[in-house]
Protein backbone atom coordinates (compact mmCIF):
# COMPACT_ATOMS: atom_id res chain seq x y z
CA UNK A 1 0.00 0.00 0.00
CA UNK A 2 1.50 3.18 -1.03
CA UNK A 3 1.83 6.42 1.04
CA UNK A 4 0.83 9.09 -0.75
CA UNK A 5 -0.26 9.22 -4.20
CA UNK A 6 -2.42 6.14 -4.26
CA UNK A 7 -5.97 5.61 -5.30
CA UNK A 8 -7.27 5.80 -1.98
CA UNK A 9 -5.32 9.47 -1.02
CA UNK A 10 -2.38 10.46 1.28
CA UNK A 11 -1.75 8.44 4.08
CA UNK A 12 -2.49 10.64 7.51
CA UNK A 13 0.96 10.78 8.47
CA UNK A 14 1.95 11.96 5.62
CA UNK A 15 -0.69 14.43 4.94
CA UNK A 16 0.12 15.72 8.56
CA UNK A 17 4.07 15.77 8.10
CA UNK A 18 3.39 17.57 4.63
CA UNK A 19 0.82 20.33 6.38
CA UNK A 20 3.12 21.40 9.43
CA UNK A 21 5.94 21.39 7.45
CA UNK A 22 4.21 24.09 4.65
CA UNK A 23 2.00 25.54 8.45
CA UNK A 24 5.49 26.18 9.70
CA UNK A 25 7.64 26.89 6.92
CA UNK A 26 4.37 30.09 5.97
CA UNK A 27 2.71 31.21 9.02
CA UNK A 28 3.05 32.50 12.12
CA UNK A 29 2.08 29.53 14.50
CA UNK A 30 2.15 31.82 17.51
CA UNK A 31 -1.13 33.75 15.98
CA UNK A 32 -2.69 30.16 16.47
CA UNK A 33 -1.84 29.11 19.74
CA UNK A 34 0.11 30.29 23.20
CA UNK A 35 2.49 28.03 24.37
CA UNK A 36 4.17 28.04 28.30
CA UNK A 37 7.41 29.98 27.44
CA UNK A 38 5.04 32.62 25.92
CA UNK A 39 2.53 32.64 28.94
CA UNK A 40 5.14 33.23 31.67
CA UNK A 41 8.73 33.61 31.77
CA UNK A 42 8.56 31.84 34.53
CA UNK A 43 8.32 28.43 32.30
CA UNK A 44 11.97 29.18 30.95
CA UNK A 45 14.00 30.08 34.64
CA UNK A 46 13.13 27.13 35.96
CA UNK A 47 13.64 24.63 33.38
CA UNK A 48 17.08 27.12 33.00
CA UNK A 49 17.46 26.14 36.72
CA UNK A 50 16.73 22.48 35.89
CA UNK A 51 19.10 22.50 33.36
CA UNK A 52 22.04 23.64 35.55
CA UNK A 53 21.51 20.80 38.41
CA UNK A 54 20.99 18.53 35.10
CA UNK A 55 24.60 19.53 34.13
CA UNK A 56 26.57 19.58 37.41
CA UNK A 57 25.06 16.13 38.02
CA UNK A 58 26.16 14.73 34.52
CA UNK A 59 29.47 12.33 34.89
CA UNK A 60 31.67 14.08 32.72
CA UNK A 61 34.89 16.40 33.09
CA UNK A 62 34.05 19.97 34.40
CA UNK A 63 34.53 22.15 31.24
CA UNK A 64 33.79 19.25 28.10
CA UNK A 65 31.64 20.21 25.41
CA UNK A 66 27.95 19.60 26.58
CA UNK A 67 26.02 19.98 23.99
CA UNK A 68 22.49 22.38 25.05
CA UNK A 69 19.92 20.86 22.63
CA UNK A 70 15.96 21.78 22.12
CA UNK A 71 13.93 20.00 19.22
CA UNK A 72 11.34 22.84 17.44
CA UNK A 73 12.43 25.74 19.48
CA UNK A 74 9.47 28.27 18.25
CA UNK A 75 10.36 31.70 18.77
CA UNK A 76 13.27 30.47 20.46
CA UNK A 77 11.78 32.65 23.84
CA UNK A 78 12.42 29.24 25.88
CA UNK A 79 16.31 29.32 24.74
CA UNK A 80 17.06 32.94 25.80
CA UNK A 81 15.06 32.53 28.98
CA UNK A 82 17.13 29.34 29.69
CA UNK A 83 20.56 30.71 28.90
CA UNK A 84 19.43 34.04 30.98
CA UNK A 85 19.25 31.85 33.77
CA UNK A 86 22.42 30.02 33.46
CA UNK A 87 24.03 33.11 32.96
CA UNK A 88 23.02 34.86 35.78
CA UNK A 89 22.79 31.76 38.62
CA UNK A 90 24.88 29.16 37.07
CA UNK A 91 27.46 30.75 34.70
CA UNK A 92 30.40 27.57 35.05
CA UNK A 93 27.84 25.73 32.78
CA UNK A 94 28.23 27.98 29.76
CA UNK A 95 31.68 26.76 29.95
CA UNK A 96 31.95 24.65 26.69
CA UNK A 97 28.34 24.90 26.61
CA UNK A 98 27.01 24.91 22.47
CA UNK A 99 23.24 25.47 21.61
CA UNK A 100 21.76 23.17 18.87
CA UNK A 101 18.21 24.06 17.43
CA UNK A 102 17.00 21.25 15.91
CA UNK A 103 14.20 23.04 13.63
CA UNK A 104 13.54 22.40 9.46
CA UNK A 105 11.45 26.22 9.42
CA UNK A 106 13.53 28.58 7.73
CA UNK A 107 11.08 31.11 9.03
CA UNK A 108 11.04 30.46 12.65
CA UNK A 109 15.36 29.69 12.33
CA UNK A 110 15.59 33.08 12.00
CA UNK A 111 13.01 34.31 14.60
CA UNK A 112 15.41 31.65 17.09
CA UNK A 113 18.86 33.67 15.73
CA UNK A 114 16.92 36.87 16.69
CA UNK A 115 16.04 35.83 19.96
CA UNK A 116 19.25 34.71 21.06
CA UNK A 117 21.55 37.08 19.27
CA UNK A 118 23.19 38.10 22.55
CA UNK A 119 22.62 35.34 24.51
CA UNK A 120 26.51 34.79 23.96
CA UNK A 121 26.85 31.08 23.70
CA UNK A 122 27.52 29.27 20.36
CA UNK A 123 24.43 28.51 18.21
CA UNK A 124 23.70 26.51 15.58
CA UNK A 125 21.18 24.94 13.29
CA UNK A 126 20.04 21.33 12.36
CA UNK A 127 17.27 19.55 10.57
CA UNK A 128 17.67 16.01 12.87
CA UNK A 129 18.95 15.05 15.63
CA UNK A 130 21.85 13.13 14.37
CA UNK A 131 23.53 16.32 12.76
CA UNK A 132 24.69 17.18 16.21
CA UNK A 133 27.81 16.42 17.07
CA UNK A 134 28.33 13.75 19.79
CA UNK A 135 29.32 14.72 22.77
CA UNK A 136 27.11 14.85 26.51
CA UNK A 137 23.78 16.43 25.75
CA UNK A 138 20.50 17.99 27.55
CA UNK A 139 17.67 18.37 25.40
CA UNK A 140 14.71 20.14 25.81
CA UNK A 141 11.58 19.76 23.86
CA UNK A 142 8.22 21.67 24.68
CA UNK A 143 5.31 20.85 22.26
CA UNK A 144 7.60 18.99 19.53
CA UNK A 145 5.96 15.83 19.70
CA UNK A 146 2.65 16.58 19.22
CA UNK A 147 3.35 18.78 15.96
CA UNK A 148 4.72 14.92 14.61
CA UNK A 149 2.64 12.84 12.07
CA UNK A 150 0.51 10.35 13.78
CA UNK A 151 -1.61 7.25 11.58
CA UNK A 152 -5.46 6.72 12.94
CA UNK A 153 -6.48 3.13 12.54
CA UNK A 154 -10.14 2.65 12.66
CA UNK A 155 -11.59 -1.02 14.30
CA UNK A 156 -14.51 -2.37 12.13
CA UNK A 157 -16.59 -5.53 12.48
CA UNK A 158 -14.35 -7.53 10.61
CA UNK A 159 -10.69 -6.19 11.12
CA UNK A 160 -8.85 -3.06 10.93
CA UNK A 161 -8.75 0.20 8.41
CA UNK A 162 -6.33 3.29 8.39
CA UNK A 163 -7.36 6.91 7.56
CA UNK A 164 -6.16 8.44 4.61
CA UNK A 165 -7.30 11.77 3.03
CA UNK A 166 -8.58 12.74 -0.03
CA UNK A 167 -9.67 15.70 -1.40
CA UNK A 168 -10.25 16.89 2.13
CA UNK A 169 -12.33 13.97 2.97
CA UNK A 170 -11.48 10.82 5.18
CA UNK A 171 -11.01 7.71 3.17
CA UNK A 172 -10.80 4.39 4.36
CA UNK A 173 -8.04 1.57 3.36
CA UNK A 174 -8.03 -1.91 4.48
CA UNK A 175 -5.05 -2.33 6.17
CA UNK A 176 -2.97 -5.90 6.07
CA UNK A 177 0.21 -5.31 8.59
CA UNK A 178 -1.41 -3.71 11.17
CA UNK A 179 1.21 -2.82 13.90
CA UNK A 180 0.84 -4.77 17.05
CA UNK A 181 0.27 -1.76 19.31
CA UNK A 182 -3.13 -1.36 17.70
CA UNK A 183 -4.57 -4.50 17.65
CA UNK A 184 -3.21 -4.84 21.72
CA UNK A 185 -6.06 -1.61 22.10
CA UNK A 186 -8.99 -1.51 20.24
CA UNK A 187 -12.00 -4.05 20.66
CA UNK A 188 -14.98 -2.64 19.50
CA UNK A 189 -16.32 -1.50 16.11
CA UNK A 190 -15.89 2.16 15.94
CA UNK A 191 -12.54 2.52 18.45
CA UNK A 192 -10.14 4.65 17.00
CA UNK A 193 -6.53 4.22 17.83
CA UNK A 194 -3.50 6.53 16.84
CA UNK A 195 0.11 5.57 16.85
CA UNK A 196 3.12 8.09 16.05
CA UNK A 197 5.88 6.34 14.69
CA UNK A 198 7.39 9.51 14.06
CA UNK A 199 7.36 11.02 17.61
CA UNK A 200 8.48 7.28 18.97
CA UNK A 201 11.70 7.51 15.97
CA UNK A 202 12.50 10.62 17.66
CA UNK A 203 12.50 9.31 21.42
CA UNK A 204 14.19 5.77 20.48
CA UNK A 205 16.61 8.40 18.42
CA UNK A 206 17.45 10.54 21.99
CA UNK A 207 17.57 7.80 24.20
CA UNK A 208 19.95 5.70 21.58
CA UNK A 209 22.25 8.33 22.17
CA UNK A 210 21.70 9.02 25.82
CA UNK A 211 22.80 5.16 25.88
CA UNK A 212 25.93 5.82 24.18
CA UNK A 213 26.70 9.02 26.11
CA UNK A 214 25.89 11.09 29.10
CA UNK A 215 22.75 13.31 29.11
CA UNK A 216 19.33 14.01 30.08
CA UNK A 217 16.16 15.12 27.70
CA UNK A 218 13.11 16.58 28.90
CA UNK A 219 9.75 16.38 26.83
CA UNK A 220 7.03 18.28 28.18
CA UNK A 221 3.57 18.27 25.75
CA UNK A 222 -0.14 17.53 26.19
CA UNK A 223 -0.58 13.94 25.85
CA UNK A 224 -1.83 10.78 27.72
CA UNK A 225 0.02 8.61 30.53
CA UNK A 226 -1.17 5.58 28.96
CA UNK A 227 -1.84 4.50 25.55
CA UNK A 228 -5.55 4.62 25.29
CA UNK A 229 -8.23 3.91 22.40
CA UNK A 230 -9.68 7.56 20.98
CA UNK A 231 -8.97 10.14 18.65
CA UNK A 232 -7.46 13.20 19.73
CA UNK A 233 -6.08 15.00 15.96
CA UNK A 234 -6.88 18.71 16.21
CA UNK A 235 -6.32 20.94 14.12
CA UNK A 236 -6.24 25.25 14.57
CA UNK A 237 -6.29 28.76 12.55
CA UNK A 238 -6.39 31.79 14.05
CA UNK A 239 -6.70 30.54 17.67
CA UNK A 240 -10.37 28.67 16.88
CA UNK A 241 -10.58 24.97 15.82
CA UNK A 242 -10.92 23.74 12.06
CA UNK A 243 -11.17 20.75 10.28
CA UNK A 244 -7.68 19.11 10.24
CA UNK A 245 -7.87 18.35 7.13
CA UNK A 246 -8.47 21.58 5.42
CA UNK A 247 -5.90 22.64 2.77
CA UNK A 248 -2.81 21.37 4.20
CA UNK A 249 -0.18 23.99 5.44
CA UNK A 250 -3.28 26.46 6.56
CA UNK A 251 -4.06 25.56 9.99
CA UNK A 252 -1.24 23.78 12.75
CA UNK A 253 -2.22 19.58 13.04
CA UNK A 254 -1.22 18.22 16.23
CA UNK A 255 -1.96 15.31 18.24
CA UNK A 256 -2.04 14.30 22.19
CA UNK A 257 1.25 12.59 22.68
CA UNK A 258 0.96 8.68 24.13
CA UNK A 259 3.57 9.33 26.78
CA UNK A 260 3.37 5.50 28.01
CA UNK A 261 4.94 4.28 24.09
CA UNK A 262 7.28 7.31 24.03
CA UNK A 263 8.54 5.98 27.42
CA UNK A 264 8.38 2.27 26.36
CA UNK A 265 10.81 3.66 22.94
CA UNK A 266 13.18 5.09 25.45
CA UNK A 267 13.71 1.82 27.58
CA UNK A 268 13.64 -0.51 24.71
CA UNK A 269 16.85 1.87 23.69
CA UNK A 270 18.29 1.44 26.96
CA UNK A 271 17.48 5.00 28.34
CA UNK A 272 15.75 5.30 31.95
CA UNK A 273 12.69 7.44 32.28
CA UNK A 274 11.28 9.55 34.91
CA UNK A 275 7.90 10.78 34.46
CA UNK A 276 5.56 11.39 33.00
CA UNK A 277 4.31 13.63 35.59
CA UNK A 278 1.97 16.88 35.62
CA UNK A 279 3.64 19.76 34.58
CA UNK A 280 2.19 21.52 37.16
CA UNK A 281 4.15 19.42 39.69
CA UNK A 282 6.91 19.16 38.06
CA UNK A 283 6.97 23.14 37.90
CA UNK A 284 5.95 23.40 41.64
CA UNK A 285 9.24 20.56 42.42
CA UNK A 286 11.46 22.74 40.55
CA UNK A 287 10.30 25.88 42.66
CA UNK A 288 7.94 27.97 40.16
CA UNK A 289 5.68 29.14 42.68
CA UNK A 290 8.78 30.67 44.66
CA UNK A 291 10.47 32.10 41.69
CA UNK A 292 6.36 34.13 41.01
CA UNK A 293 6.43 35.38 44.52
CA UNK A 294 10.06 36.95 44.32
CA UNK A 295 9.29 38.40 40.64
CA UNK A 296 6.07 39.99 42.48
CA UNK A 297 8.06 41.54 45.22
CA UNK A 298 10.60 43.18 42.30
CA UNK A 299 8.18 44.22 39.99
CA UNK A 300 4.25 44.61 41.95
CA UNK A 301 2.85 46.25 39.57
CA UNK A 302 2.94 43.42 37.32
CA UNK A 303 2.34 40.60 40.69
CA UNK A 304 -1.49 40.15 38.71
CA UNK A 305 -0.32 39.41 35.06
CA UNK A 306 2.86 37.04 37.38
CA UNK A 307 0.39 35.37 39.14
CA UNK A 308 -2.15 34.48 36.24
CA UNK A 309 0.65 33.52 34.11
CA UNK A 310 2.33 31.42 37.14
CA UNK A 311 -1.72 29.73 37.32
CA UNK A 312 -2.33 28.83 33.52
CA UNK A 313 1.17 27.23 33.51
CA UNK A 314 0.47 24.89 36.63
CA UNK A 315 -3.31 24.64 37.97
CA UNK A 316 -4.99 21.58 37.27
CA UNK A 317 -7.93 22.53 35.28
CA UNK A 318 -5.50 24.41 33.23
CA UNK A 319 -1.87 23.48 31.74
CA UNK A 320 -1.02 21.49 35.12
CA UNK A 321 -2.49 18.38 34.00
CA UNK A 322 -3.40 18.05 30.71
CA UNK A 323 1.07 19.35 29.95
CA UNK A 324 3.06 16.12 31.09
CA UNK A 325 6.53 16.29 31.34
CA UNK A 326 8.81 13.19 30.68
CA UNK A 327 12.26 12.88 31.17
CA UNK A 328 14.79 10.01 29.72
CA UNK A 329 18.49 9.57 31.21
CA UNK A 330 21.60 7.82 29.99
CA UNK A 331 21.50 4.68 32.45
CA UNK A 332 24.74 6.35 34.95
CA UNK A 333 22.87 9.50 35.50
CA UNK A 334 21.63 9.25 39.29
CA UNK A 335 18.78 11.68 39.68
CA UNK A 336 16.56 14.06 37.24
CA UNK A 337 15.79 17.18 39.23
CA UNK A 338 11.93 17.78 39.60
CA UNK A 339 10.98 13.73 39.52
CA UNK A 340 10.94 11.50 42.21
CA UNK A 341 10.39 8.11 41.10
CA UNK A 342 12.24 6.05 38.02
CA UNK A 343 9.64 4.65 35.25
CA UNK A 344 8.64 1.03 35.86
CA UNK A 345 9.58 -0.75 32.66
CA UNK A 346 11.01 -4.05 31.81
CA UNK A 347 14.55 -2.62 30.98
CA UNK A 348 15.25 -1.25 34.19
N1 LIG B 1 8.77 24.81 21.57
C1 LIG B 1 8.18 26.02 21.11
C2 LIG B 1 7.39 25.89 19.82
C3 LIG B 1 6.40 24.77 19.67
S1 LIG B 1 5.69 24.77 18.02
C4 LIG B 1 7.37 26.65 22.21
O1 LIG B 1 7.16 26.02 23.22
O2 LIG B 1 6.94 27.81 22.06
C5 LIG B 1 6.52 23.42 17.25
C6 LIG B 1 7.95 23.70 16.84
O3 LIG B 1 8.48 22.51 16.26
C7 LIG B 1 8.14 24.78 15.79
O4 LIG B 1 9.36 25.43 16.05
C8 LIG B 1 8.20 23.97 14.49
O5 LIG B 1 8.79 24.65 13.41
C9 LIG B 1 9.02 22.79 14.96
N2 LIG B 1 8.86 21.57 14.16
C10 LIG B 1 7.70 20.99 13.77
N3 LIG B 1 7.95 19.83 13.10
C11 LIG B 1 9.29 19.69 13.10
C12 LIG B 1 10.18 18.68 12.58
N4 LIG B 1 9.71 17.62 11.95
N5 LIG B 1 11.50 18.85 12.75
C13 LIG B 1 11.99 19.93 13.42
N6 LIG B 1 11.20 20.91 13.93
C14 LIG B 1 9.88 20.80 13.76
Same mark, same amino acid.
Given at each position: ???????? @???????????????????????????? $???? &?? #????????? /??????? $??? $???????????????????????????? +???????????????????? =?? &????????????????????????????????????????????? !??????????? @????????????? !???????????????????? @???????????? !? $???????????????????? &?????????? +???? +??????????????????????????? @???? &???????????????????? /???????????????????????? #? =??????????????? #??? =?? /?? !???
Amino acid at each position: MSVSGSQG @GERLDAFMGRANAAYYARLDPFADFVTA $PEIS &QI #FGEVLGAWC /AVVMRGL $PVA $PGSSVRLVEAGPGRGTLMADMLRVLARL +APDCLTGLSVHLIETSTRLR =KA &QGEALAQCGVSVCWHDVLSDVPPGPMVLVANEFLDALPIRQFVRT !ETGWQERFVQN @GQWSLLECADVPP !EVTGRGEVAGDVVEISPASA @GFVRDVAERLRR !E $PGVALFIDYGTATSCVGESL &QALRQGRPVS +ALVE +AGTADVTAHVDFASMARAAQEAGAVCY @GPDG &QGDLLRALGAVQRAEALCRS /APEQAGALRSGLDRLIGPDRMGRL #F =KALAIASPEVATVPG #FSE =KT /AG !EQQ
